[in-house]
């Protein structure tokens, strides 16, 4: 969602563990992102039965936060990707 309304990004490759790669980009993509994904190499820690009920939660969050149209706290100044770049130079 920052990328979209901070960064005014239209596409988008999105790269994460396998296990957190779904709900990326249906996150991604419901925000009116055009996104793809690829799949970062997982460690051997994240097949534990902890992350893959943990990841069962999270994409029932994800899909309430995107039925209730809920937006992050924290959005911060828009800062677009295209032209100058000094508006990113702290």
Do not use: W
Not at 39 to 59: C, G, I, Q, T
């Amino acid at each position: 969602m920052v990328a979209r309304r901070n960064l005014y990004v239209e596409n988008a490759i999105v790269i994460s563990q396998g296990f957190h790669l779904p709900r990326a980009v249906f996150i991604a993509n419901s925000v009116g992102l055009n996104a793809q994904g690829a799949v970062a190499s997982d460690s051997p820690h994240l097949s534990s039965k902890y992350m893959k009920n943990r990841e069962v939660l999270a994409r029932v969050k994800a899909c309430l936060e995107v039925v209730f149209n809920v937006s992050p706290r924290y959005l911060g100044e828009a800062i677009p990707i295209t032209g100058n770049s000094s508006a990113s130079f702290d």
